[in-house]
């Protein structure tokens, strides 16, 4: 039986390009932070970004790493289901239902990937603006982030899929432990305890932004 | 015994009914009358048996055996759970005073591709057996018995292998398991095996086809939910997952085949 092909294979590649996004969402978020305290500073930083070349290479393994873990997910959910053709008509309950994150994974999933696409045509996609510091030109997307979130259904949009990603990881994090084979219970129980910590600080950090331009910068 | 002073219930039963694999089944509902608290669940199951046999109509079929919690065979969701509400119980020891007077119990088998209903509630479980026999075994030499203790093992993987032990092999862990995986099952065998030094010589080829069978036998993938070592009547920890899923790494790894 081949490794990658095999339940537990798929299932350690899941985890493996959840945990590679999971490190990339942290620092996107923290880096974004910069749009609450000073403009300059955001457009230089993403100016440092985008004006490497190394960024063609992130790029890459980013948006191939989120395809496998999308066809995956979606093709391991796809037979999960299968497994089971007749439905129960009673879910399980009380003290022996699993939390309902845990089964909604490729819905917040699909949202996430929806999400994806709407935010690379908003903003790498988007309007240019340019403005000039020191003589070095560059994009002013601090500018076109003021603007897009001056819409409140934009917002509202926006923050309903960083609650996806917060349930997605308040799941996935520590679900990708247990797929790597962290067994230990004292760690695999610090690890749920981290991974809910850890979904609350992506989604905090992601969402006080629009919510800081909605309500203070812009007034 | 004590007892509960003679209590009796009148309940409501909504049977899945189906006449073999073939039939596409439906719900029946029954009238489960002057119930006493002391019943056992199965116990409340045969009145109602006893009643339709009387009145010339086939009884539901489920699976039962020791009726005291210990050989895996009774297995039905009940209310949505498998093996009932309850923690840490099969259905054979769920107890009729866990249950009010007047309440409607809706009772499904266990469903699963991988377990075809045989009839109303009793299922095919014989996956189970197919994966058992791919790896669920150690070899031992013939001869004279060893000398007790001449093989050490440390007390805490000993006492780890034991409580994997415990499966009873009833199939709960799959009928609770959102994608019908039986990977709580598989991976009490790794454990129960594969933690002690007598399943040391069989434990890359183990795994490997262990897992190889519970794929082909129909069950589904894991995601960690956990449902199924809520469900498990014996208590199966989840951390045998984890366990077995360090344990497939690592075979995939070494493995020469
Ligand atoms: C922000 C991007 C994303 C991050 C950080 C992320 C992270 C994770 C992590 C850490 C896991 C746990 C892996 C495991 O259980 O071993 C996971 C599982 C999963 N993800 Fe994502 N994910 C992201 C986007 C998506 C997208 C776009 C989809 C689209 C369908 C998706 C679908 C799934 C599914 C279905 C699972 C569960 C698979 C299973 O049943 O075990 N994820 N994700
Ligand atoms: S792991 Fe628990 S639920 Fe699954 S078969 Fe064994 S005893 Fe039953
Ligand atoms: S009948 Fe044996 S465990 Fe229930």
Redesign the interface.
């Known amino acids: 039986?081949k490794?990658i092909t095999?339940?537990?294979?798929?299932?350690?590649l899941m985890a493996v390009t959840g945990l590679a996004w999971s490190l990339f969402v942290l620092s996107h978020m923290a880096a974004n932070l910069l749009i609450l305290f000073d403009a300059e500073a955001y457009n230089k930083y993403s100016h440092a970004l985008i004006s490497n070349p190394a960024i063609y290479l992130a790029e890459a393994g980013l948006l191939l790493t989120i395809l496998a873990h999308i066809v995956n997910g979606i093709r391991?959910t796809i037979?999960?289901?299968?497994?089971?053709?007749?439905?129960?008509?009673?879910?399980?309950?009380?003290?022996?239902?699993?939390?309902f994150q845990?089964?909604w994974?490729v819905y917040h999933g699909t949202l996430l990937a929806i999400f994806l696409v709407w935010h690379l045509l908003t903003f790498k996609f988007g309007t240019v603006y340019m403005v000039t510091y020191n003589g070095v030109e560059m994009r002013d997307l601090h500018r076109l982030v003021l603007e897009v979130f001056q819409d409140p259904m934009y917002v509202a949009g926006y923050l309903l899929c960083m609650v996806a990603v917060g349930f997605h990881l308040s799941?996935g994090f520590?679900?990708a432990?247990?797929?790597?084979?962290?067994?230990?219970?004292r760690y695999?129980s610090l690890m749920n305890k981290f991974g809910y910590l850890y979904a609350l600080i992506i989604a905090a950090g992601f969402i006080s932004q629009p919510i800081y331009v909605y309500c203070i910068a812009v007034r | 015994m004590g007892g509960t002073n003679g209590k009796k219930l009148n309940l409501k039963l909504?049977v899945w009914r189906q006449k073999n694999s073939k039939d596409a089944?439906h719900?029946e509902e029954y009238d489960a009358k002057d119930i006493s608290t002391d019943c056992s669940f199965l116990e409340m199951l045969d009145i109602v048996n006893n009643k339709l046999i009387l009145e010339g109509k086939d009884p539901i079929a489920f699976d039962h055996d020791c009726r005291e919690g210990i050989c895996g065979s009774c297995g039905m969701?009940i209310?949505?759970?498998?093996h009932g509400?309850?923690?840490g119980t099969t259905a054979c020891q769920l107890h009729m005073r866990r249950f009010n007077d007047g309440e409607t119990i809706?009772i499904?088998p266990f469903?699963?591709?991988?377990f075809p209903v045989l009839k109303d509630l009793t299922v095919d479980r014989s996956a189970f057996d197919k994966i058992i026999q791919s790896g669920g075994f150690v070899s031992v030499n013939t001869g004279s018995a060893p000398d007790a203790n001449a093989q050490l093992v440390p007390k805490e993987k000993a006492d780890l292998a034991f409580h994997a032990a415990t499966c009873i092999g009833c199939g709960a862990c799959v009928a609770?398991c959102?994608?019908?995986?039986a990977m709580l099952f598989t991976s009490a065998k790794i454990s129960h095996l594969g933690l002690l030094p007598q399943g040391e010589p069989e434990r890359d080829r183990r795994v490997?086809k262990m897992?190889?069978t519970?794929?082909e036998a129909?069950?589904?993938?894991?995601?960690?939910?956990?449902?199924c070592s809520?469900?498990c009547p014996k208590d199966i920890?989840?951390?045998?997952?984890?366990?077995?899923?360090?344990?497939?790494?690592r075979a995939?790894i070494r493995s020469r085949d």
Do not use: W
């Open positions: 039986m490794y095999s339940a537990i294979g798929r299932k350690q391991l037979e999960n289901r299968s497994a089971r053709p007749q439905k129960y008509a009673m879910p399980t309950n009380g003290e022996k239902a699993a939390r845990s089964k994974m799941h520590y679900s432990f247990a797929s790597l084979g962290l067994s230990h219970p695999m | 909504k089944g719900f969701t209310n949505g759970n498998p509400a309850d923690r809706v499904e469903r699963a591709k991988a609770a959102a994608n019908s995986s490997l897992m190889e519970m794929e129909g069950f589904g993938n894991c995601s960690n939910t956990g449902a809520l469900a920890q989840f951390e045998n997952i984890a366990n077995l899923n360090a344990e497939f790494l995939s």
